[in-house]
């Protein structure tokens, strides 16, 4: 079992920043991880991903403005997001996917983006 506590998550006016974390109740070593989000009304949908190698990829909406890293000292997975838009208001979930394919979510952060 592997338990995700998200935290960071806030109000905060367009343009700005926020950075997100994601700490696991154990090693995140051999964790693919991930954030997702869902805004009222819409699917899940991914935000970003990175693998247990450190190879990240993003979703198209936020490519070039929110960055995914991974502390595996600290079995934290975090998501700076910059130049923050009133569509990137949602919750945003945290997820780890093991190599034998588990997939745990946390309870997850709510984003809201002023204009």
């Known amino acids: 079992q592997v338990q995700l506590v998200e935290s960071g998550g806030g109000l905060v006016q367009a343009g700005g920043s926020l950075r997100l974390s994601c700490t696991a109740s154990?090693?995140?070593?051999?964790?693919?991880m991930g954030w997702h989000r869902q805004a009222p009304g819409k699917q899940r949908e991914l935000v970003a991903g990175?693998?247990?190698?450190?190879?990240?990829n993003y979703g198209d909406s936020v490519k070039g403005r929110f960055t995914i890293s991974r502390d595996n000292a600290k079995n934290t997975m975090y998501l700076q997001m910059n130049s923050l838009k009133p569509e990137d208001t949602a919750a945003y979930y945290c997820r780890a996917l093991t190599r034998v394919g588990d997939e745990y979510w946390g309870r997850g952060t709510q984003v809201t983006v002023s204009t």
């Open positions: 154990g090693s995140i070593l051999s964790l693919n």
């Open positions: 990175i693998t247990r190698d450190d190879i990240a």
